[in-house]
Structures are given as C-alpha cells and as structure tokens.
C-alpha cells in the first residue's frame, strides 16, 4: 500500500496561489508516497499543469445535465484530475448532503476513472456521547458502495470537532478509532478491506504529523488549512515518507 497525503484546498485559491503547487511540484515531485491536492473547480486545470496529481472537493452524481452550478466527474476528470472527495462533513452539514447520496457520487467518480475519496467523521455531540464508533461504522456501511476496492478508494477519518479547530484526538484515540474502521472494513471487503488506505484528517500539521503517521492503520492525511502553503504542507509529506 502507498501512502497518501491529501490536500483539501476547500473555498481557497486563485491564480496568485499557484505557485504554491509549483514549488510542492519542485520539492516532492519524486516523493515515496502519494502527493494530491483537491482544490476548487475554477483552478484544477491550471493545477494539473503543474504535474502534481490533482483532485476535485466534491462531484455531482450524474455525469451531465440540467444542473446549474454543479460539476461532474467528468468534468473532473477533463481537467487533468485524478482524484475526488466525496461526503466531506462540511457538504453533508452545510448542504444536507446524505450517505446515500455520497456513495452515488463515489460511483460517479469511479466512472469517470477517478480514485474517490470518502470521508466520515463524528460530531463534538457524538464523540462526547461515546457514539463515534456507531457513527463511522454506519457512514461506512451506507456511503461506501459495495464496489469500492483499494485501489479506486480511500477513506478518510475526520473528526468534525477536530477540523479547524485546532483540537485532535489523542493518539490513543486515533489509534482505537483506525483499528475498528479496518475490522470493520476488513469484515466488509476482505483482502480489499486491508489494502484500502485509512486517512487521518482534522487539523494535522507538522507539529504533530510525526506522531499520527506512526500510529498503525493510520495511511496518510487528508489536510485542509495546513495544505494551503508550501511551506506548511512540505513538511507534513516528508513526515509521512519518514514513516512509510
Ligand atoms: P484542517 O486541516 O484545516 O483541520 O481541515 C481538515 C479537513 O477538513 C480536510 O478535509
């Protein structure tokens, strides 16, 4: 299994920000692990450009149509793209966005020859009602299609209360959480089940990347403010390499 560190890029970036991938691109071209930042629609062709992979934030499930605003995978794909996020807990908050309906955009993007990422994490409610474990097995079960394989799929774990804050949970906790997504994934996809990469997510940083990536079944990242610049997100990939 190789490793991953995704970026998140979210409602951030313009033209004056990509020379921040040119100097990613430049510094870990020929990185161990997997290097992917997923950006906003307006940019993904001119940051496929600089040979860095490239990802979307979100896709639409059908792949064209009478849908203003959206963006299919496809479309994704068209710009050079190689990856998608689906079911990032700010479109399943901030646009009512379902497990059902993530898992028709996971398959969305495995039709259009995307690797799909799919996200679950738990609500500060949840966690402090001892339900994260319920909750992530269920967002499993409901937003990872049947179909998934290691080599079209990633999940990644992010703790709602975790993401900008700040805040992590211990590396005990992390530990724990990533030990049940495998059994759980393993119960579900056998063989395919090990191999599927298990990422981390919710303000990692390289102050604290070096403790999470050397947790067991923790494969990587998936970084939102910290992928931003060059200089915050370099780092956090030579910890990962360190680690594989
Ligand atoms: P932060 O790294 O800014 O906490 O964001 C995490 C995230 O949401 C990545 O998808």
Redo the contacts with the bound molecule.
């Keep these: 299994m190789r490793k991953l560190v995704a970026g998140?890029w979210?409602m951030n970036g313009t033209s004056a920000d990509l020379p921040q991938l040119n100097a990613l691109a430049d510094q870990h071209g020929d990185a161990s692990v997997d290097v992917v930042i997923c950006g906003p629609a307006t940019l993904l062709s001119r940051m496929a450009d600089t040979g860095l992979s490239i990802g979307g934030e979100d896709c639409h499930p059908s792949s064209s149509g009478a849908y203003t605003g959206d963006i299919s995978a496809a479309m994704i794909a068209d710009t050079g793209a190689t990856y998608v996020?689906t079911g990032?807990?700010?479109r399943r908050t901030d646009h009512n966005e379902d497990d059902a309906l993530i898992a028709s955009k996971a398959t969305a993007g495995w039709n259009a020859g995307l690797h799909v990422i799919i996200?679950i994490g738990e609500s500060e409610a949840q966690y402090r009602a001892g339900e994260t474990l319920d909750i992530l097995r269920a967002q499993m079960d409901q937003s990872i299609p049947d179909a998934a394989t290691a080599e079209t799929t990633t999940i990644?774990y992010?703790p709602i209360w975790?993401?900008?804050?700040g805040l992590t949970p211990t590396a005990e906790e992390i530990s724990a959480v990533h030990a049940a997504l495998r059994v759980h994934l393993e119960a579900r996809f056998g063989a395919e089940g090990s191999a599927m990469r298990l990422l981390y997510?919710?303000?990692?940083?390289a102050s604290n990347a070096d403790e999470i990536f050397a947790l067991a079944n923790v494969d990587g990242a998936?970084?939102?403010?910290?992928?931003l610049k060059a200089t915050d997100f370099s780092p956090i990939i030579t910890a990962l390499e360190a680690s594989a």
Excluded: D, Y
């Design positions: 998140n979210k996020i990032h807990s700010e996200c990644a992010e975790a993401i900008g804050t997510g919710g303000s990692v940083k998936l970084v939102g403010g910290a992928s």
